[in-house]
């Protein structure tokens, strides 16, 4: 049986740790609130963005100016776009992307995986540690996004990822993230995002659209700015959900304190009652000795 110091020193270390979990539930819940407005304000126009972006590259296969995008070749080179958070304490949300990555990469890019053809940009520094300890090829160029993250900076990794496909040094690139549902759920999400996939509408009727002040310059304009939108809104879910996942473990971890707590604090009562008990018998024990001399 532990002594009471022993008892006494893992209750005082629990409380801290108790404390802790609730100051960082209550900091995580702050920046919910943030994160989710963000994302709910920013997926009504992401949505329509995507949707202009598959149209336009449906109707625009026959321009050459802007057919790149849409544009299916061999796919010989991948990049995977893995979007994590830079910090832990956040449950299960960093290792079920990498299961996710990890299968994605054994069901459909294993070969191209061991001729070295498979290349990973992480975002967010799990990401980053996790890929880089196995030896993965990284594109480390992005992976603090999460430190300043507003359009600006997620337009300049959008671009990098046009600019490479455009060039052919990837053939497909895919986003891999956490899709925010509610507090307590995320969606793991795995999407191509070049080339574009163009929108087949059931109908299979052709929409002619009319261009000012032509077809290239708007799609030119249109298109980059879709794909830079979609990688933002892909950032601000992943982060909306990272908040959510950590605030859900933070709580999770004050409760399981506070059930360890009721059974220190009874271990602590029973180890003091035993005490006590050990030291009335020895003071009986003694008095009937003193009488018995």
Request: charged content about 25%; hydrophobic content about 40%.
């Amino acid at each position: 049986m532990p002594s009471l110091k022993e008892v006494k020193m893992r209750i005082n270390s629990v409380i801290s740790t108790q404390q802790i979990t609730k100051a960082m539930k209550m900091v995580a819940a702050a920046k919910l609130r943030k994160s989710q407005d963000r994302i709910i304000q920013m997926r009504p126009f992401a949505q329509k963005m995507a949707a202009i972006l598959q149209n336009l590259s449906a109707a625009g296969q026959q321009d050459t100016s802007a057919s790149w995008y849409s544009m299916q070749r061999e796919v010989n080179k991948v990049l995977l776009v893995v979007v994590t958070s830079d910090r832990g304490l956040c449950g299960s949300f960093n290792s079920n992307i990498f299961k996710a990555t990890l299968r994605v990469i054994e069901e459909q890019y294993a070969s191209l995986h061991k001729k070295g053809n498979l290349t990973i940009l992480p975002v967010g520094k799990k990401a980053l540690d996790y890929f880089s300890k196995r030896k993965y090829p990284v594109v480390a160029d992005y992976a603090l996004l999460f430190s300043k993250l507003n359009f600006d900076e997620a337009s300049r990794a959008a671009d990098y990822l046009m600019e490479n496909f455009r060039n052919g040094t990837y053939d497909r690139i895919d986003i891999i993230y956490n899709e925010f549902k509610n507090v307590a759920t995320q969606i793991i999400r795995t999407e191509q995002y070049l080339p574009v996939v163009p929108k087949i509408s059931q109908s299979k009727m052709q929409v002619d659209y009319i261009y000012q002040p032509d077809s290239a310059a708007v799609l030119e304009g249109i298109i980059p700015k879709s794909l830079r939108v979609q990688l933002f809104k892909a950032l601000l879910d992943s982060n909306a959900a990272e908040n959510g996942a950590r605030m859900t473990a933070m709580d999770k971890a004050t409760e399981n304190a506070g059930e360890l707590l009721k059974e220190l604090r009874l271990s602590y009562n029973r180890t003091r009652q035993a005490a006590i008990t050990k030291e009335i018998l020895e003071i009986v024990g003694g008095a009937e000795a003193l009488k018995s001399s």
